[in-house]
């Protein structure tokens, strides 16, 4: 699948971008390729550009959606740093030149921004559809799940396992102490009750 799934990646960005862009939909495929990704790689970008066409209907932007699924992991360092903030620099330099309106820009790196904590306010329909899409790899049956947490795993080897379970726990509770952890109609329907469920069973691991 590998590298047909980049062609592919980069056939869904031309449509987005037009083809003139080839190039940086090229660079941005290449960094969701760097060797040291073990979830936020083109398999997951695939995957969440599959659930925001699902989740299409309740966007009011959806081509800014879009961009932004492209670009929120567009920068990926495990060794600190706000991933999420240097993801949206990059989106804010490199998109102008496509003639994306400022406005347009401007929302691409807001939803950028907001999937470091996943928080979408009230009515934010961009939002709550790029948030539903990030997260609904925690509706997962088990074997993808228990794949996809091996996987963030992998790609914090470095850290110690007693620091890796506190942290790893501490993020799960924050989601499972929000009222929802999805926002669309949809994408509550389909999803929550099955992460809760994962999250909870992963969490008693994690005690």
Known sequence: MGRNLDAELLDRWTDLAGPDARELGEDLVRRYREPHRRYHTVEHLSAMLAVIDDLAADATDLAAVRYAAFFHDAVYSVDGGDNEEASAVLAESALPALGLSPETVAEVARLVRLTAG??????????????????????????????????????????????????????????????????????????????????????????
């Open 118 to 207: 996943h928080h979408p306010a009230p009515g934010d329909r961009n939002g709550e559809v790029l948030c539903d899409a990030d997260l609904a790899i925690l509706a997962a049956d088990q074997p993808a799940y228990t794949a996809y947490t091996a996987a963030v795993r992998a790609e914090y080897a470095h850290v110690p396992d007693d620091l890796f379970r506190a942290g790893r726990a501490a993020v799960l509770r924050g989601l499972v102490d929000q009222p929802h952890l999805f926002r669309t109609p949809i994408g509550r329907a389909r999803y929550d009750e099955a992460a809760r469920a994962n999250l909870s069973a992963e969490l008693a691991t994690l005690a």
